[in-house]
């Protein structure tokens, strides 16, 4: 089996990751590199200490040829978005070391995550591709790129309810976590929020939005498999949402088909696909997430930026 070279590699580890066992994975990842020295041509490990740190040093590492991230979707989201402020010829390719508690773009991928050994192994073995990125940006001018997930109203209200309480060092993770904000959040969003959606060059749909998810890969909240078709590398942004508002006990059921994609199969859900999409909400506060990431807003403009990183993918990665 050929070997993946590395090249000039710099690691960029989150040491708060999965619930504070990233410093030890990092630890774990130097010593893989130190006693697989013909791996890469030179390696560097930086320890990040706050937000935006992984996009700070993603965005100076225009010298190197691979840049590694160990954590969660979090500071993979960041990280790309660092690497986008590079020119095309000059962007490394992304690497990840799945150490989260979703880790949605390991699956995504088919990346075996919480296993940094595994995971360097699986990488040395595998193959660079080239991934799209969706881009939003909303009414103040204010953007951000996504690696997996876009979405607003009551299942973003769910993704950011889940990031809290990952901050509060609960000890649910991945489904089990955002199943849990489930419960919470549907009191108060199963109404669904007011919104303008239109899809590319088609008529403006007037929605309560539930669910209303744009995806570059099928999965979020640790697995749910909202586009459950949806493809990195097709050039196009797969977007879910609810056409009618369903009864509390209809909502849970969709709820709980997500998880393995069949709530797609609803008449009550839309499953389409997009270059670019326009959303306008009636009011403000509405929940978005990017990536798990908060983003605010009322009005939004989306597109997807085909190929827009290379990443290292394992072998087994079907796409």
């Known amino acids: 089996m050929a070997i993946l070279r590395l090249g000039r590699t710099l690691v960029v580890a989150n040491p708060a990751s999965h619930s504070g066992k990233g410093a030890e994975a990092a630890e774990r990842a130097r010593r893989f590199f130190e006693s697989y020295t013909s791996a890469t041509e030179s390696f560097e490990l930086v320890m990040t200490e706050g937000p935006e740190d992984a996009k700070r040093l993603a965005a100076g590492a225009a010298q190197m040829d691979t840049l590694i991230v160990l954590g969660g979707d979090g500071v993979i989201h960041e990280a790309a978005n660092g690497l986008m402020t590079l020119p095309t010829d000059a962007r490394p390719a992304l690497a990840v070391i799945p150490m989260g508690s979703g880790n949605d773009f390991a699956r995504t991928i088919s990346a ?41 109203g009551l299942d973003a209200a769910i993704a950011l309810d889940t990031t809290d309480r990952r901050a509060a060092n609960t000890s649910q993770e991945g489904s089990m976590l955002f199943a849990t904000s489930g419960v919470k959040v549907f009191s108060s969003g199963h109404k669904g929020y007011p919104c303008c959606l239109r899809l590319d060059d088609g008529d403006p749909q007037e929605l309560r939005a539930l669910i209303l998810a744009v995806q570059n890969g099928p999965t979020y909240g640790g697995g ?53 999409l326009q959303v306008e909400f009636e009011g403000e506060g509405i929940p978005c997430q990017v990536d798990g990431e908060r983003f605010e807003g009322r009005r939004f403009e989306v597109e997807v930026e085909p190929r827009a990183l290379d990443v290292l993918v394992p072998a087994r990665c079907g796409w």
Not at 119 to 124: D, G, I, V
Not at 244 to 272: C, D, M, N, Q
């Open 112 to 152: 075996t995550y919480n296993d940094p050994e595994l995971s360097l192994a699986e990488l040395l073995g595998g193959r660079r591709v080239s991934i799209d990125l969706g881009h939003v940006t909303n009414e103040l001018g204010q953007d951000t790129h996504f690696v997996e997930t876009l979405s607003f």
């Open 224 to 276: 749910f498999r909202v586009c459950p078709d949806a493809l990195p590398n097709d050039g196009m942004l797969d977007v879910c949402y609810n056409v009618k508002v369903p009864s509390i006990p209809r909502l849970l059921a969709l709820f709980g088909l997500a998880r393995s994609g069949r709530h797609v199969r609803s008449r009550v859900i839309r499953a389409e696909r997009a270059r670019r």
